[in-house]
């Protein structure tokens, strides 16, 4: 891996973590309201999921777990 793709996987790495936190910030947010909607808040939970498997996965290839 080149420099290069390091500091792209770290970016897109950085972007994904922000995501993450605003869609936590907005699922206590709606989940403040009463009378949200279920749909959405299970939607959103659902992209977070996908979020942190792919945070997950770039954190394995950026920072790999070597077992000496």
């Known amino acids: 891996m080149t420099s290069e793709d390091e500091r792209e996987l770290k970016a897109l790495l950085e972007r994904l973590r922000q995501e993450h936190r605003d869609l936590d910030v907005a699922i ?21 999921l996908q979020l942190k498997d792919r945070i997950s996965h770039l954190e394995d290839e950026l920072f790999p777990d070597i077992i000496a």
Do not use: H, T
């Open 28 to 48: 206590e947010a709606l989940l403040s309201v009463a009378g949200s909607d279920v749909l959405q808040i299970q939607r959103l939970k659902k992209r977070k």
